[in-house]
């Protein structure tokens, strides 16, 4: 009776298991977190060991077609959590994942090791799409279970965000004028 309470258990949790917990940032918040913003294709990738071998790190090039904050020239590299080096790999839920050929709206932090990684994860890759001849950007909660900031319950709300391309232009140069972004 034991093993069968475990394994109910353990199969009505494996869905948590399988994401990484996140509080949801909305595009302000991303806009003002972000030292970085562009618009660029992802490039090829290469997994690497972190220095302590503990970690694998995918490192996206990306050609930026566009910055909208900061200073990225035309090309940067993306460090995302996970990969795969031989016969060794490691999934980070929530991660993210660029792929080779698409166009994405970034929002970028650089970490300690001098390595740029998107904004709340996942939540800072908008893939862009042309639909009706108008560009949107839309970004994934895939592999994220969003909590409430405040009582770090999860949350109803785990709806990705979508705009139009030229909107979303507009919000980020708006809060780089704002009195009080990124403070």
């Known amino acids: 009776m034991a093993r069968f309470l475990a394994a109910l258990m353990l199969a009505a949790l494996a869905p948590l298991l399988a994401a990484t917990t996140a509080l949801k940032l909305d595009f302000d ?3 003002d977190k972000s030292a970085r913003i562009v618009i660029g294709k992802a490039g090829k990738s290469a997994a690497a060991w972190d220095a302590a071998r503990t970690a694998i ?3 996206v090039d990306v050609t930026v077609s566009e910055t909208l904050k900061g200073d990225a020239g035309n ?3 993306v460090a995302i959590r996970g990969g795969v080096i031989g016969n060794i790999g490691q999934s980070v ?3 993210g994942n660029l792929q080779e050929g698409k166009e994405y709206l970034l929002f970028l932090w650089k970490d300690d ?3 740029w990684q998107l904004q709340g994860m996942i939540q800072g890759a908008f893939e862009i799409e042309t639909r009706d001849g108008t560009r949107y950007a839309k970004n994934s909660l895939s592999g994220l279970t969003i909590v409430d ?3 770090l319950k ?3 709300d785990q709806a990705a965000t979508e705009l139009k391309l030229a909107d979303a232009r507009e919000k ?3 809060r780089a004028n704002a009195p009080e972004a990124g403070k």
């Open 57 to 59: 790190w995918t490192h």
């Open 113 to 115: 090791d001098g390595q």
């Open 93 to 95: 839920g929530g991660a």
């Open 149 to 151: 900031p405040k009582t």
């Open 75 to 77: 090309a940067l590299k």
């Open 29 to 31: 918040t991303l806009a």
């Open 172 to 174: 980020v140069k708006a």
């Open 154 to 156: 999860p949350s109803g």
